[in-house]
């Protein structure tokens, strides 16, 4: 429906109803109905037993009662009492709400908690990530190249969004069998062939590569292939290293200058943590509360225009078809 932006609209209370909302000046209305009126675009509408408001979605000759929050509610603003386990003559506070949602909602936000919740969830990402290389797990590095698809397009990082649908297409049908078996399971490097031991490709070749690059440039431009062969063979022992870097090795101890490893320490850590932060509740929620360093911190979680990711991707997979089908040409 057309009309101005700043034009008021209401709602048909048939969720059936293939608009839902329209401008009051659309359907000659003169003004809208009042809060406590049920209102229908039309009269079919009017006879169609589904009903917007309520949990259950249906017409019911029942009295009803409003979230707090109104039109702000998470869910469906208006709800029978029998579907929220009331009782028709029970009286209910001036404030009521028709869930936890909306009561936490209703007393402000905890920038803390926010803070907290973000960083566990990316601890706890780049936890299951580092076991999926460290077992070699296919399966699971496939699963967390589909999460981290959808973060590179929330981040704007084109070029690593394009690589991951390159890759999830071609493991997901596009490259022949061998190369998708390839894909999947021939991503780790085991430098001492013990259980747990991988690591990734990219990340072995990137140390090598770095190195690599920095014995060249050491020879300020002037290099033969002598010498590309002798640092090629001076990588050796840094690979050697590897190991010890990123597959047997414990945490740290920041604390510690020479940088020991010491048993037990991730345990000695948490318990460390929690005795320093435990006064701070930063798992509780406590509206109001916020860093100094960052206030009003807020990790979203939603995806960023979907509409156009679909579109996005819509697009790279028809031109991988199209050199699919000149190939087969």
């Known amino acids: ?47 169609s037993s589904t009903y917007v408001y309520c949990s259950c979605h249906h017409k019911c000759a029942e009295d009803m009662v409003q979230c707090a929050l109104k039109q702000n ?47 566990m969830w990316e601890g706890l990402s780049h936890l299951s990530r580092r076991m999926a290389v460290r077992e070699g797990d296919g399966a699971a590095m496939l699963e ?22 390159h890759f999830l297409a071609c493991v997901g049908g596009y490259a022949p069998p061998q190369i998708r078996h390839h894909l999947m399971w021939n991503r780790v490097a085991n430098l001492k062939g013990k259980p747990g031991g991988n690591i990734g490709l990219d990340l072995c070749n990137e140390h090598i590569n770095r190195d690599f690059k920095e014995l060249l440039a050491n020879s300020n431009g002037n290099y033969t292939p002598q010498k590309v062969k002798r640092c090629s063979q001076m990588s050796g022992p840094y690979g050697r290293t590897l190991d010890d870097g990123f597959t047997d090795v414990g945490l740290v101890d920041m604390r510690t200058p ?11 850590d948490v318990s460390r943590f929690v005795t320093e932060y435990s006064s701070d509740s930063l798992c509780d929620y406590i509206p109001g509360r916020e860093h100094d360093a960052f206030p009003n911190f807020e990790a979203p979680n939603q995806l960023f225009s979907p509409v156009r990711l679909g579109r996005k991707l819509y697009k790279f997979s028809h031109a ?6 000149i190939k087969n040409v």
């Open 73 to 119: 509610c998470r869910n469906a603003e208006w709800y029978h009492k029998s579907c929220k386990g009331i009782a028709q003559d029970e009286c209910l506070p001036d404030a009521w709400y028709c869930g936890e949602a909306c009561h936490l909602e209703a007393e402000g936000d905890d920038y803390v908690l926010n803070h907290t919740k973000a960083i």
């Open 144 to 165: 967390d190249w589909k999460i981290d698809m959808l973060q590179f397009w929330n981040r704007n990082h084109p070029k690593y969004f394009t690589i991951a649908h």
């Open 258 to 268: 020479n940088r020991k490893r010491r048993p037990n320490l991730y345990k000695a």
């Open 1 to 47: 429906m057309g009309s101005e932006k700043d034009d008021v609209m209401i709602l048909c209370c048939s969720l059936s109803c293939k608009v839902g909302w329209y401008h009051i000046s659309c359907v000659q209305l003169k003004q809208e109905p009042s809060s406590d009126e049920d209102w229908y675009c039309s009269s079919e509408c009017a006879g």
């Open 320 to 325: 991988m078809d199209s050199w699919r089908q």
